[in-house]
């Protein structure tokens, strides 16, 4: 079921619900349903959320595994160095050499963190954006609602109002009916 769907259900117990008297246009509605239907919503929620909360976890893992391959490549390169120091000319390459390797490995590892901060940063946005339109949804549908139950209930109400004036209207001519039954030489002589 998508969040869609579930929102629809929401929509329809609010179209069904059935307006408290003398509350304002207040709605009675399930709350245990409603409870259901906004865990249900919890459970399908966008997966690009469930992703960055993933990479958010995995975030040190990332960054751990970089410094480790850092320190490995570090270590391979002093033990080549020292292996060499014996020679003027090949110590100093290798020490060029593992500079650079530590350079790479520095860069490597900080490219790693700004793509996995970046990437995460994107799906925090996206996840963002999504739940905010899916919130401005739910709320433009309840105000739709509420607008129209507002509507039903002014209906209503004029309704009860030409009902209560026939009413009075038809009780007004029963007494002038009964005052001639009961009276009729003065209704006569009218």
Known sequence: MTVEDILDQLDEMVEKSFLV???GGKCFVDSGKIQELIDDIRLN?????RQARA???DRGDI???ARREAESIIRTAEERARALVGQEEIVKQAQQ???DMLGQAQLKARE???AASDYIDDLMKRADDALTANLSHVREAAKNQEDVMTQLLNDHRRQVKNND???THQIAELRKTRQTLRNPKASADD
């Open 55 to 57: 990479i958010v976890s």
């Open 165 to 167: 004036d026939v009413l």
């Open 21 to 23: 008297p003398l509350s």
């Open 45 to 49: 929620l966008p997966q690009e959320l």
């Open 112 to 114: 790693m963190r700004k």
């Open 97 to 99: 050499k593992a500079n």
């Open 63 to 65: 960054i751990a595994t």
